[in-house]
């Protein structure tokens, strides 16, 4: 059973248009980080979010934590073929330090 | 990624044979992780330390694996006698406190 279920696994759009990744969950997390992995490469943090509802903005990429602290999205405006990787979304559970991640999403920008 | 240091980044081992991860920190940092990515999928937890303690082993495997971050050096996620389903990217990842969690670059292991 996956803790975290992200979707979709995979997604190919053309550059330009916007998309959303889902990070959904029926546990509460205390924080939850979206990391970005190239081939070869270990994860790149791009965000923490710790406080429900919070919104943050980073260039054209937007996350959000759910009201509740159960789900979380992002959200790519624009998309270049520089935004093509695995995105990955990882929460930490109250009392817990280990991060327990999602499946990941694929993202292919086709120029 | 910049400041946890993994090596080797790349390592082969026969099937039987010993493995050991290393993994420095970034500075300040005295909590660390150990994670599995199998081809394709997302990260495993598999351990939690902080200097010469293990917090939480509950991902790692029984019986050939164990890890240990002593007080001087890094810390060492060791795979005896390996077998063919020990390959995977095995990362570590470090953090101050209760907070963000780094990673390093990952060590790709390969049992042949």
């Known amino acids: 059973t996956q803790l975290l279920e992200q979707s979709p696994q995979f997604l190919s759009i053309q550059e330009g248009e916007n998309l959303t990744v889902y990070c959904n969950s029926s546990s509460v997390f205390s924080s939850l980080q979206w990391y970005r992995q190239e081939p070869g490469e270990g994860p790149v943090l791009l965000v923490t979010v710790v406080t429900g509802g919070e919104v943050k903005k980073l260039k054209r990429l937007t996350f959000q934590f759910g009201d509740a602290r159960k789900d979380s999205s992002l959200h790519i405006t624009a998309a270049q073929p520089g935004d093509t990787g695995l995105y990955l979304c990882a929460g930490q559970m109250t009392g817990a330090q280990k991060l327990v991640f999602g499946q990941g999403t694929r993202l292919t920008i086709n120029p | 990624n910049a400041g946890v240091m993994q090596n080797p980044r790349h390592l082969v081992r026969r099937r039987g044979q010993e493995a050991r991860l290393r993994c420095s920190p970034m500075?300040?940092?005295?909590?660390v992780y150990w994670y599995r990515q199998l081809p394709e999928e997302g990260l495993k937890f598999m351990v939690y330390?902080?200097?010469?303690?293990?917090?939480?082993e509950s991902g790692m495997p029984k019986e050939r694996f164990s890890a240990e971050f002593p007080k001087e050096g890094p810390s060492i996620l060791r795979i005896q006698q390996v077998v063919r389903g020990d390959s995977a990217a095995y990362f570590c990842?470090?953090?101050?406190?209760?907070?963000?969690?780094?990673f390093g670059e990952g060590s790709w292991l390969t049992v042949v």
């Open positions: 500075k300040g940092h005295s909590h």
């Open positions: 990842a470090s953090s101050p406190e209760r907070n963000t969690i780094y």
């Open positions: 330390l902080q200097k010469e303690n293990i917090i939480d």
